[in-house]
């Protein structure tokens, strides 16, 4: 069983199998290694890293240090003290907003597609040809956010760069709703998220799009995105310094450890904080050819474990209530047996959403679909509780036609 333990207590002969870190965070080749010298935990160190998981099956110990096991208990408990605060009202439903959300959606990813690849022919940006999509997600968001957040996690290797900055466009702008932000604000912030990626044209393909981790040579590559970024947006007519902070500074990090200026604490601007954390978050759900991706759940934990050092801790509490313990569309296990798809969240409490069960576990086979809240009492409604996560591919189901 793995246990969490400090840096500074790695010694050589301890077996690494979690580097506590995203993947594109670090230089290593692989997550999972033997020590082999004190070279090597400085190499951990000066990446950033403060806290990593051992396996004393495979090397040296360390006997007082928490398990895995231990480690998520106490964060489950942290994390569902948060979900018991209200939380915004949706205007509408997830169902009835996933219409505008599907057309919005798509425009916004043909859009930022045709603005990078004008940027690629050595054109300039035009904001004007952000600004009205930006505004479209914005009163998506407002309306029920859960519809568009849901369609963002949806992606295909191919059109990777164009989907995640649609993704982070959508995350920042319910970031900002969230924490009170006047629309001007959030509309500029809506902006840079769309923008924040657009350095990576002047990337070569053959780095951006490698299959496989990436050497330090080519991660020394690719983090110029980010200066490119920035300069590609400050010299665009139209784009103000709330937009351009979003794109110079998503990789900084709390603790100084990120780049490429490894800016420390309140030197990131809020804004910069923020978009460090969608942009964090999209990354480790979406599929890459060097990855799996994390289901939300199992994100939304890292990202709270994480906040302990790479990002501010009281805005990591606001981003978990915006995506929810249960994301809408997510799939979880119910007391009973069945398995549901999330169709909304609670305002009252995000531990107990509307769900729609489909499945029975135990007899493995389809059942008439029923909607459940799950914060009612049996009889009106409600009667069951969420036991677990699951997801789709390890039950071979296709939740897609029970979402609405």
């Known amino acids: 069983m793995s246990k969490k333990i400090a840096v500074d207590q790695l ?10 870190s995203d993947w594109m965070a670090h230089p290593f080749l692989r997550s999972k290694f033997m020590v082999k010298d004190e070279a090597q935990i400085q190499k951990i160190l000066a990446s950033g890293i403060h806290e990593v998981y051992i396996d004393p099956t495979h090397g040296l110990d360390v006997a007082d240090a928490p398990t895995h096991v231990e480690v998520n208990a106490q964060i489950s408990e942290e994390l569902n003290q948060l979900a018991t605060e209200k939380v915004a009202i949706r205007r509408v439903s997830v169902a009835e907003e996933l219409r505008h959300a599907r057309q919005i959606h798509s ?7 045709n603005i990078m690849m004008d940027v690629r022919l ?3 940006v035009k904001a004007e040809m952000a600004e009205p999509v930006v505004e479209k ?3 998506s968001i407002l309306r029920n956010g859960s519809a568009l957040l849901s369609l963002t996690r949806v992606k295909d290797k191919d059109n990777y760069t164009f989907q995640h900055s649609v993704a982070v466009c959508a995350l920042q702008i319910s970031f900002c709703h969230a924490i009170g932000m006047d629309a001007a604000t959030t509309h500029l ?12 044209v002047k990337v070569p393909n053959a780095i951006l799009n490698k299959p496989g981790k990436l050497t330090e040579e080519e991660f020394a590559v690719m983090k110029c995105h980010v200066v490119e970024s920035k300069k590609i947006l400050s010299e665009t007519d139209g784009i103000q310094e709330i937009s351009i902070q979003v794109a110079a500074q998503h990789h900084e990090r709390h603790d100084g450890s990120g780049y490429p200026e490894g800016l420390k604490g309140e030197a990131i601007s809020q804004m910069g904080q923020m978009a460090a954390i969608c942009d964090v978050y999209d990354a480790i759900t979406s599929v890459r050819c060097y990855h799996n991706a994390m289901t939300p759940h199992e994100a939304l934990r890292k990202i709270f474990e994480w906040s302990k050092f790479h ?5 990591v509490h606001q981003f978990l209530r915006i995506i929810g313990i249960y994301p809408v569309h997510t799939l979880v296990m119910l007391e009973s047996g069945r398995i549901a798809v999330v169709l909304e969240q609670a305002e009252d409490n995000l531990l107990q959403p509307i769900v729609k ?5 135990k007899q493995r086979h389809y059942i008439p679909p029923q909607v459940i809240d799950l914060s009612k009492s049996l009889g ?12 789709a591919e390890k039950w071979g189901l296709s939740p897609e036609k029970f979402l609405v």
């Open 189 to 200: 912030a809506g902006v840079g998220g769309l923008l924040h990626d657009i350095g990576k």
């Open 107 to 113: 425009e916004a990813n043909h859009i930022i597609h």
């Open 137 to 139: 997600i914005s009163e």
């Open 380 to 391: 009106h409604g409600g009667g069951d509780r969420i036991v677990s996560h699951e997801t």
């Open 122 to 124: 050595g054109k300039q």
């Open 11 to 20: 010694k050589p002969g301890m077996y690494v199998c979690d580097l506590g």
């Open 357 to 361: 069960a489909f499945y029975d576990s």
């Open 311 to 315: 990002f501010n801790p009281q805005l």
